[in-house]
């Protein structure tokens, strides 16, 4: 049950792209269509951004968006606001049909 | 709405027991899997335990001492937590999970602090 690894900060201007990656094995990113992202604000419960890979749920601005590439699942927010500075936690079921998250990306907007 | 309320969190001694409660609201309990995660203070997010219609998962850190169980019929959820250790500390949430892979609600946390 190793934790999925994210980078454990990113940085971007307003207006600007960044992406934040999420990497895990085959007996979990890679094995299955099921990373979700979730973003945190601090004191706040964690949000639901992305599911299955790529899909967001209804409300969600879709200025998130999700991609995978074999064990790496991706995250990317573009045109960056003031208010997508938080924590962001990857997540992905696995093999055990547990779960496992990330250990976290703080994205500080600049 | 979709609403998850968590009690039970507080201070106790290594060793000792604690048992959260999440009262849920909006939906069927019955007919979705559900989770607790915790977050120490600081850090980043844990799984610790999951509960379908018929089965339970436990990470490893919590296995044996750790159990989960749910009360349809009062739309709850319930961690009983015994054996206690200092690196348990932290806030526990309670999460309504789609098809087992996915968190999609998450309650507000009970914060649960093992010291001497």
């Known amino acids: 049950q190793s934790a999925l690894t994210q980078p454990a900060s990113v940085s971007g201007s307003p207006g600007q792209s960044i992406t934040i990656s999420c990497t895990g094995t085959?007996?979990?990113?890679?094995?299955?269509?099921?990373v979700s992202w979730y973003q945190q604000h601090p004191g706040k419960a964690p949000k639901l951004i992305i599911y299955?890979?790529?899909n967001r749920p209804s409300g969600v601005s879709n200025h998130f968006s999700g991609s995978q590439s074999g064990n790496t699942a991706s995250l990317t927010i573009s045109g960056l606001q003031a208010e997508d500075e938080a924590d962001y936690y990857c997540?992905?079921?696995?093999?055990?049909?547990?779960?496992?998250f990330g250990g976290g990306t703080k994205l500080t907007v600049l | 709405e979709v609403q998850l309320v968590e009690s039970g969190g507080g201070l106790v001694k290594p060793g000792g027991s604690l048992r959260l409660s999440c009262a849920a609201s909006?939906?069927?309990?019955?007919?979705?899997?559900m989770n607790w995660v915790r977050q120490a203070p600081g850090k980043g997010l844990k799984w610790v335990s999951s509960?379908?219609?018929?089965?339970?998962y436990y990470a490893d850190s919590v296995k044996g001492r750790f159990t989960i169980s749910r009360d349809n019929a009062k739309n709850s959820l319930y961690l009983q937590m015994n054996s206690l250790r200092v690196e348990d500390t932290a806030v526990y949430y309670c999460?309504?999970?789609?098809?087992?892979?996915?968190?999609?609600?998450w309650g507000q946390g009970t914060l649960v602090t093992v010291s001497s």
């Open positions: 999460a309504r999970t789609l098809r087992m892979t996915t968190i999609d609600y």
């Open positions: 909006g939906f069927t309990l019955s007919s979705y899997s």
């Open positions: 509960i379908s219609s018929s089965f339970t």
């Open positions: 085959t007996s979990d990113v890679g094995g299955y269509n099921y």
């Open positions: 299955d890979v790529s």
């Open positions: 997540s992905s079921y696995t093999s055990s049909s547990t779960l496992v």
